[in-house]
């Protein structure tokens, strides 16, 4: 008997109502198979009964015996729950450590923005600027637009104006709101700024500054002649330094919390005003 006549059989079977060739869903010779209709073997009796229930199709090897496919079976389903568990237990440790990860990525942006917490800009930090050692501010400088900015806006009543002995220097002012004296010490660090940013620094050659009050500068010219941006007309005496040193450093600017305030207090009094102060 052919392959085709099987079939033919198993066809007839069925139309004749035969229970077992109703439950033979596709024959699948050529590969030794049966697909077989079976009920859930979990599904309630109830549902057994009616006739909407569902059949569930089950590939059948011919070659081997019943229990034997229950067995392959069995196999197959305990292979997948072996497999279904790894994944899982894969999964849950992928999502532990990709857990981890975002936490310490969190904690890193968190630490990366309280550092980069934006401050206050203070209006002389576009300029050369530092505080000297008696707490004076000094700004100077970086070009022609700035020398004629400092001058013109920052130069007041009280405000000393140092400059290089040098033509193209940069401007430097130190401010001085209390109007009273201004210490050696400061000035002597005001003239080294300008020195630095003046060509001395480029012709490696040591050179004397002056300072002058803030009424000697001015922006008018003797007949005739004309100023150009960033220089000014020094009227008056002119007070000079001692040569300075061709010396520049930097330092790092922090804000003092008000509980050690006291501890720094007196670490920036003016330099030999007195006899404590000397004898410190």
């Known amino acids: 008997m052919t392959w085709t006549d099987i079939e033919a059989v198993v066809r007839d079977a069925r139309e004749r109502g035969d229970s077992v060739a109703q439950r033979i869903h596709k024959l699948k010779l050529k590969e030794g198979l049966m697909t077989l209709l079976l009920n859930d073997p979990f599904a309630e009796q109830e549902d057994l009964k009616k006739e ?66 934006s401050r206050k800009t203070y209006w002389f930090e576009k300029y050369i600027w530092f505080i000297s050692s008696e707490n004076y501010l000094v700004i100077g ?17 009280g405000d000393l104006y140092v400059h290089a002995d040098l033509h193209g220097a ?25 020195v630095c940013f003046s060509s001395a620094w480029l012709a490696h050659m040591s050179t004397e500054a002056y300072w002058v009050y803030s009424h000697q500068v001015s922006k008018t010219a003797p007949s005739g002649e004309y100023l150009s941006s960033g220089s000014f007309m020094v009227r008056g005496r002119k007070n000079y330094l001692p040569n300075s040193p061709l010396i520049l450093g ?3 600017m922090f804000k003092l919390d ?9 670490e920036r009094r003016v330099r030999g005003s007195g006899p404590e102060e000397q004898s410190q």
């Open 52 to 117: 909407e229930a569902q059949m569930v199709p089950v590939d059948i090897h011919l070659e081997l015996s019943v229990f034997a496919n229950a067995r392959k079976y069995y196999h197959h389903r305990k292979s997948a729950a072996q497999k279904e568990q790894k994944t899982l237990d894969a999964s849950a440790k992928a999502l532990k450590s990709a857990e981890k990860k975002a936490k310490l990525k969190l904690k890193d942006v968190k630490t990366v923005s309280a550092i980069l917490k």
């Open 141 to 157: 400088g970086r070009d022609q637009q700035q020398n004629e900015q400092i001058v013109k806006k920052h130069l007041k009543d």
């Open 170 to 194: 940069t401007s430097v002012v130190v401010k001085n709101p209390a109007k009273g004296p201004v210490p050696p010490l400061t000035l002597q660090e005001a003239a080294c700024m300008a």
């Open 250 to 252: 930097f330092g790092l």
């Open 258 to 266: 008000s509980t050690c305030i006291g501890s720094h207090e007196g």
